[in-house]
């Protein structure tokens, strides 16, 4: 192969590579004011942003549009679920994530959509979740979304915590390995799955 040949080939494999890793590193959101928008997030064990299909079937769940509503993306990670919150037109979303990379990475994505009703916390989900207490002024959540790594086992525990700040009505998205254990004064509203990824849409007993 010619000289000039090769260095187009080798040209094209960098190319490539960084496309590659471009997608591997970015999340397109999929509904609401900011749909196509591309999140981007580093590279970490165990963040795993939630997958478009099973994006898309949580929020026709949810009804697609969120306006007014308040949710807390707890265990943020790439921002995914939260964002897309805030586009269908969440008037707050709180992210609580512990991990200071992936922090800023969340709040680099927030300026850049200029998404003023996204708050951004770097806390540890489970100290900030038994801290944090209503106001009078404040009902609760409408949603929240529930996704820490597998391998930390965190989902009980947090759930057990979480009913305190539920407006209402509220909705609780989980994912997790198969293994949820829920604490009593849970439903089951709606589940599926994906791939070695179970999700469910949970509701308070009244």
């Not at 970015?26 to 963040?47: A, E, N, Q």
């Not at 897309?84 to 959509?113: D, I, W």
């Amino acid at each position: 192969m010619p000289r000039s040949n090769l260095q187009t080939a080798s040209q094209m494999a960098q190319r490539n590579k960084g496309v590659s890793s471009t997608r591997r590193n970015t999340v397109r959101l999929i509904g609401g004011r900011w749909r196509h928008r591309l999140l981007h997030f580093p590279s970490m064990d165990g963040l795993r942003p939630t997958a478009d299909a099973v994006r898309e079937r949580l929020f026709n769940w949810l009804g697609q549009d969120l306006t007014g509503w308040h949710c807390l993306d707890l265990f943020a990670g790439s921002g995914a679920l939260g964002f897309e919150a805030a586009s269908r037109g969440a008037v707050q979303v709180v992210m609580v994530e512990k991990n200071r990379t992936a922090y800023h990475a969340l709040e680099v994505n927030r300026q850049q959509l200029n998404a003023a009703m996204v708050q951004t916390i770097c806390a540890d989900g489970m100290a900030w979740l038994q801290q944090y207490k209503l106001t009078e002024a404040f009902a609760g959540f409408n949603l929240v979304l529930l996704d820490p790594p597998f391998a930390l086992s965190l989902h009980t525990a947090a759930l057990t915590h979480i009913q305190s700040l539920l407006a209402p009505s509220a909705f609780v998205y989980v994912e997790h390995d198969g293994t949820l254990q829920l604490p009593d004064g849970w439903i089951v509203w709606r589940e599926g799955r994906s791939g070695l990824a179970h999700y469910c849409l949970l509701r308070p007993m009244i």
